[in-house]
């Protein structure tokens, strides 16, 4: 068991319309709970939670893609957790993430560092900017 295990992945919806997951992978372990067909309504939120697997030294990385209602523009949400050593030890730190944007909507990450009983946490918020 990794302290990266349990690991927060949230996105808040700001943006003024509804997105879904269309696409999620843990391409090193695997995230939970934020499926392809998640809804994400505005002024709503939606979690998932990272895991470690086998081989992966503890570590926890991905992505979620979310699209708008009419399918026109997608964001793709990056996250990556990586505990203290390659036995999974806390702390875990969670990768700092670049802003993503596509249209005129703007996802922003706000990275957290777990404890020593982990609770690391990458929060995803989505904004629409003014064209």
Do not use: R
Request: charged residues 10%.
């Amino acid at each position: 068991m990794s302290c990266c295990d349990s690991s927060l992945v949230k996105v808040i919806n700001n943006s003024g319309t509804d997105f879904t997951v269309t696409a999620s992978d843990g391409v090193v372990g695997n995230l939970h709970d934020l499926d392809k067909g998640t809804d994400i309504p505005d002024q709503g939120s939606s979690s998932g939670y990272a895991f470690s697997s086998g081989g992966t030294d503890g570590a926890c990385s991905g992505y979620i893609t979310i699209t708008t209602a009419n399918g026109s523009y997608a964001l793709t949400l990056n996250y990556a957790f990586t505990p203290s050593n390659n036995f999974g030890a806390c702390p875990c730190t969670p990768t700092a993430q670049d802003n993503v944007t596509s249209g005129n909507y703007l996802a922003t990450a706000s990275v957290a560092t777990g404890s020593d009983d982990g609770g690391a946490s990458t929060v995803w918020t989505i904004t629409a900017q003014l064209t």
